[in-house]
């Protein structure tokens, strides 16, 4: 039984698979069971299958369902099948209701389908409309950019103008300069009524709807229009700002080139003042080893000015020694002369009366002491050297006769006799040329302390002058050296 019903649905699946792939309705479909063969409904569209055909298919799966159920109960298969036609005449019934309905439902898609076919026409003339509005307006814009890519045009499009003094205006005078780079939305207006009564003579009469969407991309292409003369008033402020950086770069390229050749001179200059640097800093090492020469020349020029101050001193108190020492010659010359003249006179009186030597008056030791030089005898000057005579006759008088008492004219002419007249003339002689002697010498030293004196002039100017360039020497140093740090 169980192979049977396998047999059962594998003839029905091959049966009525094809068939099934080509409905789209429900339909009864045979089928063995537990209880024998049952019927499976499947849903199908009822105009495209017709009574005819469906008694036709029943019969033909009876056939197969018979040929290939030899073994089943014939009955039972009979009552089945008589149920099951039953049943198929009900469901008939009921599609064909179905169908009748669906029919005046297709009647009515028709009409509302006529009746949108016409709005549809209307729409689809104001859709042309729009269409070729907006292709007139994409028509402007298009030339609109093709003049506003042209310089000049751009510029009597925009009515931008050229004033001496004040440079590119707009239409309103106003310099682009100063106008603003953002772009104002709100200042975009609406279509005026001409705009309108120019579309409606070339596209007729605009309902309500239609008319404010061409209104609206009329405003839409005026805000473009205006946008892109804001973009071209931008452009040509840039262009002009463009050529003034050019010319600005173009002064400033001249201006580095000015300075690049300034600073070549100045280095030339630099390396002048380098060289001449060099030069000032040898000529100041020079200068430098002068004042140490001129420094150390001065101090031993100071230092034989000070031997020679000292050695003028010294010439001084000689000068001053000297000095007394030949006014004390004078007055031994002046002594001696007056000597000779006393010694003439006692010549005479020993020569007038030789009678006159037995008398006893005395002669004072002072008389005899006006022609003797008490001066050298004295020891002053030591005068001995010069004048030994004199020093013995006064000590001869002083040891025959004592001194200070009063001689006799007996123990003068002994005194007188006792010497040699030609001894003392030769020491008077000797004595005038000690004399002269000594005056020349002083005369000499008188000429050396002025050759002294003059020299000691001459190495106080020379001084001074010395100390005069060292001066200017060290201040044309400060300055140089300030020179230099200035550099």
């Known amino acids: 039984m169980k192979f049977a019903r396998a047999a059962v649905h594998s003839l029905f699946r091959k049966k009525l698979e094809p068939t099934m792939r080509n409905l789209a309705g429900f339909f009864i479909v045979w089928g063995v069971g537990e209880a024998g063969v049952t019927a499976y409904q499947y849903m199908f569209s009822p105009p495209q299958l017709s009574n005819a055909d469906l008694e036709k298919l029943l019969s033909s799966i009876t056939r197969d369902v018979m040929a290939s159920e030899e073994d089943v109960d014939l009955s039972t298969l009979k009552s089945q099948l008589s149920q099951t036609q039953t049943m198929w005449k009900k469901d008939m019934g009921r599609s064909q209701s179905e169908v009748d309905l669906l029919q005046a439902k297709i009647m009515e898609v028709k009409a509302c389908i006529q009746g ?14 729009r269409v070729k509005t907006t292709a007139t307006l994409l028509t402007f814009l298009k030339s609109k950019a093709r003049i506003m890519a042209v310089t000049h045009l751009a510029h009597t499009s925009c009515d931008i103008k050229q004033i001496d003094g004040v440079g590119l205006v707009d239409k309103n005078g106003l310099p682009l300069s100063g106008s603003s780079r953002n772009i104002d939305l709100s200042s975009f207006d609406c279509p005026d009524g001409e705009t309108w009564i120019g579309i409606s003579k070339q596209h007729g009469s605009l309902d309500e709807p239609d008319g404010a969407y061409i209104g609206e991309v009329l405003k839409n292409v005026q805000m473009v229009t205006d946008v892109m003369e804001t973009l071209v008033k931008r452009v040509i402020m840039a262009e002009s700002e463009t050529a003034m950086e050019k010319e600005k770069v173009t002064l400033g390229q001249e201006e580095i080139k000015k300075k690049a050749l300034q600073i070549e001179s100045m280095s030339t200059k630099l390396e002048e ?25 001065t101090s031993r020029q100071r230092q034989r000015a000070a031997e020679n101050e000292q050695e003028l001193c010294s010439v001084k108190q000689d000068f001053e020694s000297l000095k007394s020492y030949v006014s004390s ?47 050298y005898i004295s020891g002053i000057h030591s005068p001995t050297n010069f004048m030994p005579s004199f020093a013995g006759l006064k000590s001869s008088i002083s040891t ?21 007249r030609e001894h003392n003339k030769t020491m008077l002689k000797r004595l005038v040329e000690k004399t002269t002697q000594l005056e020349s010498e002083k005369m000499q030293k008188e000429t050396e302390v002025q050759k002294l004196m003059e020299e000691n002039v001459r190495l106080t100017t020379l001084l001074d002058k010395k100390e005069a360039q060292l001066l200017a020497m060290n201040e044309q140093c400060k300055v140089m050296a300030l020179s230099a740090s200035n550099i």
């Open 329 to 375: 010659l004078i007055n031994v010359r002046e002594t001696l002369l007056s000597s000779e003249k006393q010694f003439q006179t006692i010549e005479r009186l020993f020569e007038r009366g030789g009678s006159m030597a037995s008398t006893s008056s005395p002669i004072p030791t002072s008389a005899c002491s006006l022609f003797i030089p008490d001066l």
């Open 273 to 297: 003042m380098e060289r001449f640097a060099l030069g000032t800093n040898r000529i100041l090492n020079e200068m430098r080893q002068r004042v140490e020469d001129l420094v150390e020349e």
């Open 400 to 420: 025959n006769f004592g001194s200070n008492r009063l001689l006799t004219w007996n123990e003068c002419w002994i005194w007188r006799s006792s010497g040699s």
């Open 116 to 129: 949108y076919e016409e709005d549809t026409v209307k729409e689809l003339e104001v859709l042309w409309r």
